[in-house]
């Protein structure tokens, strides 16, 4: 049996990415993990994977997958998610607010009045889609008087990284952390924010490879990327540590929550942290 048999997550945005590395490493603990994404069937989106896929693996690893279709934009597509939850499982131990929107310009050097207004998509999938999950999850978790919500977010909160609706969006995702562990804490639900370096998605990989100058910037050097099981092998720590209500409120860096908790990576390395070249985060746990 794994550290999270019995217990059930949900991962939004898993088709691929940081999303599929999370559910797969909480799923190898046994966790029964609903996969969301929008994409269905191959062929779908550019890059590879899916939310059958990604659930099917999960399965392999030892523990539960089930892939539903969520369009993260859409609220009556969430509150029918975290409804089914309910109607199957009748309880919600873990959430790892993952999805995001980011568009094909991310790593375009123009300044942000050159750029689309449809780059607040970044908010809209990014920001509001956290609030709104957690929004329909919390229901599900105080009557355990239990539970753990994890943001997505990067050294980004902090420090300029590609333009300015990405930052923006990262530092509110740590902000509404912050304030969700303020309401939560007397109901025993933890609500943190986990910044990510570098993490070799099938994204990153692809730009890597194909945009001149990529890899020798700070916030994109390969020598200092996670794999995307990574931060899901960190979530798993944190969710059996019986002193986890302590970090509520906090904004941490995942490296280093890793070195605490004696995790490595998929390839047995040590992730580095960026705090002294990238930022430290602003939030402290709650008092």
Avoid at 185 to 193: D, H, M, Q, Y
Wanted: hydrophobic share 40%; with cysteine.
């Amino acid at each position: 049996m794994g550290s999270l048999t019995g217990r059930v997550a949900v991962v939004t945005g898993a088709s691929r990415g940081i999303g599929k590395g999370i559910a797969l490493a909480l799923a190898a603990q046994g966790a029964t993990v609903y996969v969301t994404g929008r994409t269905v069937t191959s062929g779908e989106h550019p890059l590879p994977g899916t939310i059958g896929e990604t659930a099917a693996e999960c399965g392999r690893r030892g523990g539960t997958g089930i892939a539903v279709r969520v369009d993260h934009g859409d609220d009556a597509d969430v509150a029918a998610l975290f409804e089914r939850v309910g109607d199957e499982q009748g309880r919600l131990d873990i959430l790892v607010n993952n999805a995001f929107s980011l568009p094909e310009n991310l790593t375009d050097p123009a300044p942000f009045w050159e750029k689309p207004l449809s780059d607040w998509q970044m908010v809209d999938i990014g920001v509001r889609s956290n609030f709104v999950a957690a929004r329909y999850a919390v229901p599900l978790m105080v009557p355990g008087r239990s539970g753990l919500i994890v943001a997505i977010s990067g050294y980004t909160g902090v420090a300029y990284t590609y333009g300015v609706v990405f930052g923006t969006a990262k530092s509110a995702v740590d902000r509404m952390a912050r304030d969700m562990a303020v309401e939560l804490k007397p109901f025993g639900i933890t609500s943190l924010s986990l910044w990510q370096g570098l993490t070799l998605t099938e994204r990153a990989e692809r730009n890597l490879a194909t945009i001149p100058g990529l890899a020798g910037a700070a916030a994109t050097t390969p020598a200092d990327g996670c794999s995307p099981e990574y931060p899901g092998r960190v979530i798993t720590a944190l969710a059996g540590d019986p002193g986890l209500m302590s970090r509520t409120g906090g904004t941490f860096i995942t490296a280093e929550l890793g070195r605490d908790y004696g995790i490595t990576d998929i390839d047995g390395r040590e992730i580095p942290s960026l705090r002294a070249t990238r930022g430290a985060p602003i939030w402290a746990p709650l008092p």
